[in-house]
């Protein structure tokens, strides 16, 4: 077999390879992240050219830094973009409405809270489950730092939120995804973030004053986009953005219990 052979087969494996799929990157924050992560599989399914990933958050910062710094072309937000974050051209488009609920451990035996019981747990003015109709026991508060976005929304749509000062008694969670797993993993925990059907198998999501995260009259939600600079997507980041705001990602969006927005 000639040397000149061999060399055309392996170029042709590496361009082969090069062309099975290219990888795309949506980085920033946690919420919506296993839904993001859902709509990436299917569309993944239906252009195997292309790979979409959706890895773990580094907040909406961190995405709005990296796609500010061309570092990622598409990222993902939680929060509105301040005016020198726009005059970077950083543009926003958004994709969904996610409920911010309230999670609790399923030993301490509470499934529901008034809005006024909520705000006094986290200012640790209660800090027994027996005390709102739980059992004996330490409630655990896992806060998030203030920049989050979930407790943003909070502090401005949950009665008694707007002025409250957080209990130093808690622990600090610096990702949705710590928040869940804490609250999943130690008894009389109690935590909040962005809804998704998938909390409600391992914990008890909360009613706050009767509603639950989904209802109508539910006080709080987030607002998810996607983010990228003004006239610098790429066209297989087009296609993914579209593919979002398809009938296809709109009914993923609406089964993972969030709300599309056209």
Same mark, same amino acid.
């Given at each position: 077999?000639?040397?000149?052979?061999?060399?055309?087969?392996?170029?042709?494996?590496?361009?082969?390879?090069?062309?099975?799929?290219?990888?795309?990157?949506?980085?920033?924050?946690?919420?919506?992240?296993?839904?993001?992560?859902?709509?990436?599989?299917?569309?993944?399914?239906?252009?195997?050219?292309?790979?979409?990933?959706?890895?773990?958050?580094?907040?909406?910062?961190?995405?709005?830094?990296?796609?500010?710094?061309?570092?990622?072309?598409?990222?993902?937000?939680?929060?509105?973009?301040?005016?020198?974050?726009?005059?970077?051209?950083?543009?926003?488009?958004?994709?969904?409405?996610?409920?911010?609920?309230?999670?609790?451990?399923?030993?301490?035996?509470?499934?529901?809270?008034?809005?006024?019981?909520?705000?006094?747990?986290?200012?640790?003015?209660?800090?027994?489950?027996?005390?709102?109709?739980?059992?004996?026991?330490?409630?655990?508060?896992?806060?998030?730092?203030?920049?989050?976005?979930?407790?943003?929304?909070?502090?401005?749509?949950?009665?008694?939120?707007?002025?409250?000062?957080?209990?130093?008694?808690? =622990?600090?969670?610096?990702? #949705?995804? !710590?928040?869940?797993?804490? $609250? @999943?993993? *130690?008894?009389?925990?109690? &935590?909040?973030?962005?809804?998704?059907?998938?909390?409600?198998?391992?914990?008890?999501?909360?009613?706050?004053?009767?509603?639950?995260?989904?209802?109508?009259?539910?006080?709080?939600?987030?607002?998810?986009?996607?983010?990228? =600079?003004?006239?610098?997507? #790429?066209? !297989?980041?087009?296609?993914? $953005? @579209?593919? *979002?705001?398809?009938?296809? &990602?709109?009914?993923?969006?609406?089964?993972?219990?969030?709300?599309?927005?056209?």
């Amino acid at each position: 077999m000639s040397k000149r052979f061999v060399f055309v087969v392996l170029a042709a494996c590496v361009l082969s390879r090069g062309a099975i799929a290219s990888e795309l990157e949506v980085v920033g924050t946690g919420d919506g992240m296993e839904l993001l992560q859902a709509i990436a599989t299917a569309y993944n399914a239906q252009n195997p050219d292309s790979t979409i990933v959706i890895p773990p958050s580094i907040g909406s910062g961190g995405g709005i830094a990296a796609v500010g710094a061309d570092r990622n072309v598409l990222g993902r937000v939680a929060r509105p973009l301040t005016d020198k974050e726009k005059a970077q051209g950083l543009v926003t488009t958004p994709i969904m409405r996610i409920p911010s609920a309230i999670y609790v451990h399923r030993g301490a035996g509470v499934t529901a809270l008034t809005s006024d019981q909520l705000a006094k747990i986290y200012s640790g003015d209660i800090d027994n489950w027996k005390d709102v109709g739980g059992k004996d026991m330490r409630i655990k508060v896992v806060r998030r730092e203030e920049a989050d976005s979930t407790l943003s929304v909070l502090r401005v749509s949950m009665p008694g939120w707007k002025e409250i000062k957080l209990t130093q008694r808690s =622990k600090l969670a610096m990702t #949705t995804q !710590e928040s869940i797993e804490t $609250v @999943k993993d *130690v008894e009389g925990a109690i &935590g909040f973030g962005p809804y998704s059907r998938a909390l409600e198998q391992t914990m008890s999501v909360i009613r706050i004053d009767g509603k639950h995260p989904l209802d109508e009259e539910y006080p709080s939600a987030v607002t998810v986009s996607l983010l990228y =600079k003004d006239g610098s997507l #790429t066209p !297989e980041a087009e296609r993914f $953005v @579209k593919y *979002v705001h398809s009938t296809k &990602g709109r009914d993923l969006t609406s089964n993972w219990g969030a709300i599309p927005i056209f």
